[in-house]
């Protein structure tokens, strides 16, 4: 479990394929501290088990199922990636609930600069379209952001100055992919409404305030 609140950005150091596994070494610091091997690592928003670490970088392994679903095996060296630790049971909660598990890969359609932030428009599925709300979390490459503006086939997300500065999103540009999670809550929300048998409406549960 993570919260979308990026602790670093590492740089990928280097990265291999074999036998169809993109292993990822990445030179980073703070993660560093308190690293065990077997420890859940958010990259880009990709949950990751670390198989290897020293005192300057950490490996892990980006097997099949995760590189359909992610952008990781377009990574170069000296690439920059947003990193988390799991969150841990005596921190802050600083963002929502994010599992690591990416929804799909979308991509950037559109970027403004206004005074005190920066607009980037994204262009998911219809899909995942219908599981956003406005003004609802969602994570992009890992980081915690506010659904500002949700269109038909677009969503805008505010990237203030503290989030340019501390993630990679700044770096972005139209074109670029970019990994998507929508909120877990949603999700469980969507699929308790869709069982017929439950009992719960989309009435009923406007009526207990959601």
């Known amino acids: 479990m993570f919260t979308g609140i990026v602790e670093e950005i590492g740089t990928i150091k280097k990265m291999t394929t074999q036998q169809s596994i993109v292993n990822l070494t990445i030179d980073c610091q703070t993660i560093l501290s308190d690293m065990h091997i077997g420890d859940s690592i958010s990259v880009n928003g990709v949950c990751l088990t670390v198989v290897c670490f020293d005192n300057q970088t950490f490996s892990v392994q980006v097997i099949k199922g995760t590189e359909n679903k992610t952008y990781l095996n377009r990574l ?16 802050r909660f600083g963002g929502h609930f994010v599992l690591g598990h990416t929804d799909e ?46 269109k038909e086939s677009e969503f805008d997300i505010h990237l203030i100055p503290e989030t340019r500065k501390s993630t990679i999103l700044n770096q972005k540009r139209v074109g670029d992919p970019v990994h998507i999670e929508t909120d877990m809550l949603f999700k469980y929300v ?3 409404v869709g069982n017929n048998d439950s009992g719960l409406s989309s009435e009923k549960l406007k009526s207990f305030g959601f």
């Open 76 to 91: 170069n060296q000296s690439d920059e990636v947003n990193l988390e630790r799991a969150m841990s049971g005596q921190g």
């Open 190 to 192: 969507e699929k308790i």
């Open 105 to 150: 890969v979308a991509k950037i359609t559109r970027i403004q600069n206004s005074d005190n932030s920066k607009i980037v428009t994204i262009k998911p599925s219809k899909s995942i379209i219908n599981q956003m709300v406005q003004q609802g979390s969602i994570t992009i490459d890992g980081v915690s952001l506010t659904v500002f503006q949700l």
